[in-house]
């Protein structure tokens, strides 16, 4: 299962946390992890295209990704990437778990 942890400071995504594989099928033929990746790794890169100081990210142990500036594209941007990722665990429940946790 994909574990997805939201942290929120002050009603703004702060940190998005993914470990995990979905093992929906073989590797190579895994279409949530595929949808899953393309959705973050899209939204990511979209940030960065932008304003390059908008996030961080380290993937060494799953994908921690650190959301440093709140201007109005990089929160459109995330907000749809986790309109998508909510998608994903509505459709794929057994393979995709969200939590969100709120530091205020």
């Given at each position: 299962m994909i574990k997805i942890k939201l942290t929120k400071i002050d009603n703004n995504i702060s940190?998005?946390?993914?470990?995990?594989?979905?093992?929906?099928d073989d590797f190579g033929k895994d279409i949530v992890c595929a949808a899953l990746s393309s959705t973050v790794i899209t939204s990511i890169n979209a940030c960065l295209t932008i304003?390059?100081?908008?996030?961080?990210?380290?993937?060494?142990?799953?994908?921690d990704i650190d959301i440093l500036?709140?201007?109005?594209?990089?929160?459109?941007?995330i907000n749809n990437l986790i309109?998508?990722?909510?998608?994903?665990?509505r459709v794929?429940?057994?393979y995709v778990q969200i939590k969100?946790?709120?530091n205020e």
């Open positions: 940190s998005i946390v993914i470990k995990g594989h979905a093992l929906y304003n390059e100081h908008s996030l961080s990210y380290d993937d060494k142990d799953g994908l500036s709140h201007d109005t594209v990089t929160t459109k941007i309109s998508n990722l909510y998608e994903l665990e794929y429940p057994k969100e946790e709120n």
